[in-house]
């Protein structure tokens, strides 16, 4: 049974042979146009709340209540379950409304879902996705199964571009290609390997076009005052940006000028070689 606290709807449907029907024949004929209007009130009470037997005057106020009791409980258009006043015919609408309600706002999700597809897409492609109905439905599925998705599409279509297989040279990652058989499901549990991290990448990116545009001869014409350094972080940002990893040789060359910093915060080369190679794999 729906509960009535899911209606979000601020109305229910009023049939027009509403008089027609056999019970509300006998309510006009025994109390008019004024028992009409108070079976409303009532029919209208009960889309929002509960009515327990011995509450007739919420409907109407307490010189109505005796008016609302008889309606209530002598034309057999309310039944008494557990205490309290029911209505088959609201139950209905309460239930139809609660579907419509869902099927709302599952629409809802669906929108904002590919809209952030569409978004991430761009951003790691330059372009934007183009999707199958079968593969819309099946990205829909995914988004329904993990709330957190959204937050990690750019993750995960960066991880899938950057996929290589030995026995696939020519492989190109792509969206299609993620929604195939359980390769997103392989993807989310690791099973592909690590997530790269799309926002690291992007700030490789600012730093190197930063580099690119600044104008030539600017780092060897600069001083820099070792002395002035004070944080850890950045003599090994400097330290950084001065060293050479050789990738055969699992082996990271410090510029000799930038060792004073390595003495100077007691930076262990090791720690200094994995960060150096972090930032690589994200170039």
Avoid at 125 to 133: A, I, K, V, W, Y
Avoid at 157 to 185: A, C, E, H, R, V
Avoid at 214 to 226: A, D, K, S, V, Y
Wanted: charged share 30%; hydrophobic share 40%; with cysteine.
């Amino acid at each position: 049974m729906a509960k009535v606290s899911e209606i979000v709807e601020p109305y229910f449907s009023h049939d027009i042979a509403s008089r027609q029907d056999r019970d509300i024949i006998l309510l006009l004929d025994d109390m008019g146009y004024e028992g009409y209007g108070l079976f409303w009130a009532i029919v209208e009470f009960l889309h929002r709340n509960k009515l327990r037997v011995g509450e007739e005057r919420l409907i109407a106020g307490k010189n109505f209540a005796d008016k609302v009791a008889h309606i209530l409980n002598d034309f057999e258009l309310f039944r008494i379950e557990n205490g309290e006043y029911i209505s088959d015919r609201i139950l209905r609408n309460i239930n139809k409304q609660t579907e419509k309600s869902k099927k709302a706002s599952a629409a809802i999700q669906a929108r904002w879902a590919l809209s952030a597809l569409k978004s991430a897409h761009i951003e790691v492609f330059g372009q934007e996705p183009c999707l199958t109905d079968d593969e819309v439905k099946i990205f829909l599925k995914y988004a329904d199964k993990f709330p957190n998705l959204k937050d990690r599409l750019c993750d995960i279509l960066y991880t899938t571009q950057k996929l290589k297989f030995d026995n696939n040279p020519d492989f190109i990652g792509s969206i299609n290609w993620l929604l195939q058989g359980n390769n997103l499901t392989k993807m989310l549990n690791g099973g592909l390997g690590e997530l790269k991290n799309w926002q690291a990448h992007k700030q490789w990116l600012e730093k190197k076009e930063q580099k690119k545009n600044q104008p030539r001869g600017l780092e060897e014409n600069t001083q820099i005052n070792f002395d002035a350094i004070s944080s850890k972080a950045d003599a090994v940002e400097l330290v950084l940006n001065n060293s050479t990893y050789f990738e055969a040789k699992n082996k990271l060359i410090i510029n000799p000028a930038y060792t004073v910093l390595v003495e100077k915060f007691d930076l262990p080369i090791p720690e200094l070689l994995k960060k150096k190679k972090e930032r690589l794999q994200y170039a």
